[in-house]
């Protein structure tokens, strides 16, 4: 594939054309105040309910307006949050939980461990931490006001862990959370650092979150998801603008300050504008992969999962993904690149330009007769546009009949839910991505579940792999852990629960104005806390 655009961006940057776009006319605020915040977040907030998707961008709604219990810190530590006190009984089976002082949501009540129970139950219906908790849980349940005690049949020392990883334990009032997972929550109203503004937001357009003047942030220094949430500016706006080079433009001309996801095309226009720089957000970087439909002709045959296997090329989508070579690396491992569990457990399909001959054969002993295969392709995220746009290349090399369909992310994380054939709006194929760090954790990160119809989006089903994670949180040492992880591999690339493409740390954009950004460890969303405009 050949992004046309690039060389034009380069030579107009440097040369100040970028100027000449219109000046995008912002409501309600200017960009001369200083402490307001204008960023581009890399596709349209359609889910705000951090329970209902895994969307980095509903996670980053999530962090601004609601707070949790525990938060990972940048050596990956989980640290107190809402939590002040908190233990364990002699026998491992109690933990006793007490809320800090001064904790209120938004519209002025107090935040109460009936709120942390209700909120806990609902996340436990659909995470797959939450739910290995809930299997052991004999009780959750409010002690007083403020205290609440998660009472276990049997000892769980990953509880805390558990508490952190897989999907944002937003803390919501009763009222909220009192509800099915499967039913988003849509009230907007949390405790954390800002407040929604539903009056100022503008569905497909743009969002707005004003500082929380009630909000009480921890005394400790920030730290990755943890510390003290000390918000800096009073009001960010963020603008859904699906053209990248529109994005661009608003940037370099100053009516934009930050680009979660600038496309690599425009790297060096950035760093050589003095008044722009690249700045790396998320430290454990993300793995890219091909997600396919289990349920739907042709990859419900393990033949066609495998194909797809040996179809890929890393060096070359990584060319794709994230063509300067400082932020890009490939992985074979469903564990990831350098967690404590990756290894190299049955990857000899992996080979330095792939094996499309062999893709073709496994494609025809599955059965595949040319059927049309649908790749959702969200046209406002640039890695996976292109990405997706290169993989339906590749499959039309090799006899697939692929087809393409555009739309916006947002659209495509609704559409991605859809189990059904592709006539009734269902789809076969979509490319995403999950932290690197994550992949170290088979029992919180969603894409590493292989339990049917409970599992993330293409619903993989193998039971010797669920057998062996199942065994997980009782293993007691490193060195068990990593064998297990061995086997759980070597089942995982007969199956073929994902693809993987490579992994990318791909750098924000941002103004020079614009600093003390938090940098998370974690490759979990986008913190706007401690950020603060020049």
Not at 120 to 134: C, K, N, T
Not at 229 to 252: C, G, S, Y
Not at 336 to 354: A, L, V
Request: proline share 5%; hydrophobic share 40%; with cysteine.
């Amino acid at each position: 594939m050949t992004i046309s655009r690039r060389d034009l961006i380069k030579a107009g940057a440097a040369a100040g054309t970028a100027l000449s776009i219109p000046s995008i006319l912002w409501a309600q605020t200017s960009l001369a105040d200083a402490r307001t915040v204008h960023m581009e977040m890399g596709g349209d907030l359609r889910i705000f309910d951090p329970i209902y998707s895994t969307a980095n961008i509903t996670y980053s709604h999530g962090l601004a307006i609601y707070d949790t219990l525990f938060g990972l810190d940048s050596k990956l530590v989980p640290q107190p949050q809402m939590v002040g006190k908190w233990g364990v009984s002699e026998d491992k089976k109690t933990y006793t939980f007490e809320l800090r002082d001064a904790l209120r949501f938004h519209e002025g009540s107090p935040v109460t461990a009936a709120d942390c129970v209700a909120s806990l139950r609902r996340w436990g219906q659909v995470d797959s931490g939450g739910q290995l908790i809930m299997s052991r849980a004999k009780d959750i349940s409010k002690k007083d006001e403020k205290t609440f005690t998660i009472a276990l049949k049997e000892p769980l020392g990953t509880l805390v862990d558990g508490l952190v990883n897989g999907l944002f334990l937003a803390i919501m009032r009763e009222k909220d959370a009192d509800r099915p997972a499967t039913e988003q929550v849509t009230s907007n109203i949390g405790s954390g650092p800002f407040k929604f503004n539903d009056a100022l937001s503008k569905p497909g357009a743009s969002y707005t979150y004003d500082r929380n003047e009630q909000y009480v942030p921890r005394n400790e220094a920030p730290d990755g998801l943890a510390g003290g949430k000390i918000v800096k500016v009073d009001r960010v706006i963020w603008e859904n603008m699906p053209d990248q080079q529109t994005a661009f433009a608003a940037l370099h001309a100053g009516e934009m300050d930050f680009l979660a996801s600038p496309p690599p095309d425009f790297y060096s226009a950035i760093e050589s504008d003095p008044n722009l720089a690249l700045q790396v957000i998320n430290k454990s970087g993300d793995v890219f992969f091909v997600r396919m439909n289990f349920l739907q002709k042709p990859f419900d045959n393990v033949k066609a999962r495998q194909a797809m296997l040996h179809l890929i090329d890393q060096e070359a989508f990584l060319r794709v993904l994230s063509p300067d070579l400082r932020f890009g690396h490939t992985v074979t491992s469903v564990f990831g690149n350098g967690t404590p569990y990756s290894n190299d457990e049955n990857t000899d399909w992996f080979k330095k330009g792939g094996n499309p001959e062999m893709a073709k054969q496994l494609f025809k002993e599955a059965g595949y007769s040319g059927e049309k295969i649908i790749i959702l392709q969200p046209t406002d995220w640039s890695s996976a546009n292109n990405a997706s746009q290169f993989l339906a290349g590749e499959l039309r090399k090799v006899g697939v009949n692929a087809e393409l369909a555009p739309m916006t992310f947002g659209e495509l994380v609704t559409r991605r839910s859809n189990k059904g054939p592709i006539e009734n709006g269902g789809w076969n194929i979509f490319i995403s991505n999950f932290p690197n760090y994550s992949l170290g954790d088979p029992i919180s990160t969603a894409i590493l579940l292989a339990n049917g119809d409970k599992a993330w989006f293409g619903w993989p089903k193998n039971d010797e792999y669920e057998a062996l994670r199942a065994k997980w949180p009782n293993v007691d040492t490193l060195e068990e852990r990593k064998a297990l992880a061995r086997k759980m591999q070597g089942v995982w690339w007969d199956f073929v629960g994902s693809v993987l493409l490579g992994q990318t740390n791909g750098p924000s954009a941002r103004r020079q104005t614009l600093t003390g950004l938090v940098e998370v460890s974690s490759g979990y969303g986008m913190p706007m806390w401690n950020m603060q405009k020049a």
